[in-house]
């Protein structure tokens, strides 16, 4: 269960850090304004049918932040408060993800703003078809890839691929990615996010010399991403001592069955009620004693009014844009140490452009080279951010911006100004 989110724009955060970090570049304001905004945005109204016979309207977004570097990259999420202000702090550290990683992207993002929990399968479908002809005309594997986000999935993906490969005349698998494998879909993309988490963790705490075994625990936030790094970590003979979803939080001080609390959620559709467990409140969670603090949950958790009381050595944000600015400062003087969503979350980005490229190419990886992969590209991304910290004596996310917007602005350099 998240705290009281903060009302603040995400947007006007990720301009926020955007500014810090070109501060600390000395980017000048030309280059600022042609990197800091985004190239496109898109609204489309998405007229459906739904069961009963009637038209609903909703409103659908998708931006192209900047696309210097490769095709624009990013999720989907069909969701009731979906705004273009959300999307567009979305596709803008869409930018920075794939920079910090070194992959060749570009960063964009979408959105349609509907209840997808109030409606059938039918009307999904209806409505993915739909969004998918509305902004047809910018995406493609050389243009725009989307990719499943909040509420959408597989097969999500697969419709948006179907639609785009009917209006070409031909298939093209490699216009979305996170699609089923009988579809071109990569083996190990649902565990991405979570495992590219788990081994920011573990370089980090390698540096650091923090024993990952006993460490203790917090994840906050028991989805996808969540799930597989709190497995992961307890795989490692870390302690997982808290965990929370959208219902409640889960506390258990000698540490939770993670493999038993994972089949639990899956029977019932919350971490409430999990054996050998006492319930908190989110509040209490994120200040809890423990090592390392893993937000999987929604944006904007960590606050000025918070951040202080959390005791964890290590923050690995598994969300995007849990932490507000303000609360960067008081972590860093605190000496707590952050691994920022742009670099810690960023597996998924990463397992999907290898999913991009296997279409590419029409030959497909192992397992294990996936994951062999993946570690590599995080390992060096960790190294690549904390280098730059240490040059700058900045904290990690500072840092990460830093290296992110150079690498944007070296390809804005070399390809020019056109016309």
């Not at 490692?236 to 979803?245: P, T």
């Not at 893993?294 to 918070?306: G, M, R, S, Y």
Request: proline content about 6%; charged content about 20%; overall charge neutral.
């Amino acid at each position: 269960m998240p705290v009281a989110t903060s009302k603040k724009n995400p947007y006007v955060n990720a301009l926020e850090n955007f500014d810090i970090a070109a501060e600390a570049l000395g980017l000048e304001d030309d280059l600022r304004g042609m990197i800091k905004y985004p190239e496109r945005i898109l609204t489309v109204g998405l007229p459906v049918r739904m069961d009963d016979g009637h038209i609903r309207h909703f409103e659908g977004f998708r931006v192209q932040h900047n696309t210097a570097r490769g095709p624009a990259k990013g999720g989907i999420r069909f969701h009731p408060d979906v705004t273009v202000e959300e999307v567009k702090a979305l596709a803008t550290w869409m930018t920075w993800k794939c920079a910090v990683v070194n992959i060749p992207f570009g960063g964009g993002k979408g959105g349609v703003t509907c209840n997808p929990k109030q409606m059938s399968q039918t009307e999904i479908e209806h409505l993915t078809r739909r969004y998918t002809s509305a902004i047809l005309p910018i995406i493609g594997p050389a243009q725009d890839i989307p990719a499943p986000d909040v509420y959408t999935n597989p097969q999500i993906m697969a419709w948006i691929m179907d639609t785009y490969s009917m209006t070409k005349g031909f298939p093209v698998p490699g216009v979305v990615t996170g699609k089923p494998i009988s579809l071109g879909g990569s083996l190990g993309r649902n565990e991405a996010t979570g495992r590219g988490v788990f081994f920011t963790i573990e370089s980090a705490c390698e540096h650091l010399r923090i024993p990952l075994k006993g460490a203790k625990v917090v994840v906050q936030g028991f989805g996808n991403a969540g799930s597989v790094a709190a497995h992961l970590l307890d795989g490692a003979q870390a302690v997982v001592i808290a965990v929370s979803d959208s219902r409640a939080c889960v506390h258990n001080r000698d540490g939770l069955d993670i493999s038993e609390l994972m089949l639990h959620k899956d029977k019932t559709g919350s971490v409430a009620g999990f054996a050998a467990s006492e319930p908190i409140t989110p509040e209490e969670l994120l200040s809890l004693d423990c090592d390392i603090l893993v937000p999987a949950a929604l944006e904007n958790q960590i606050t000025a009014k918070n951040a202080p009381k959390i005791q964890a050595k290590l923050i690995a944000e598994a969300a995007n844009g849990p932490t507000l600015p303000e609360a960067d400062t008081i972590l860093f003087e605190k000496k707590a140490i952050v691994l920022p969503d742009i670099l810690a979350n960023a597996g998924g980005v990463t397992v999907s452009y290898f999913e991009w490229a296997q279409d590419i190419q029409g030959y497909f990886w192992t397992l294990n080279d996936v994951n062999q992969r993946l570690d590599r590209v995080m390992v060096q991304s960790y190294q690549d951010v904390h280098k730059v910290a240490q040059e700058h004596k900045v904290h990690n996310r500072t840092a990460a911006y830093v290296l992110a917007i150079q690498r944007v602005v070296d390809a804005v350099r070399l390809r020019g100004y056109y016309p």
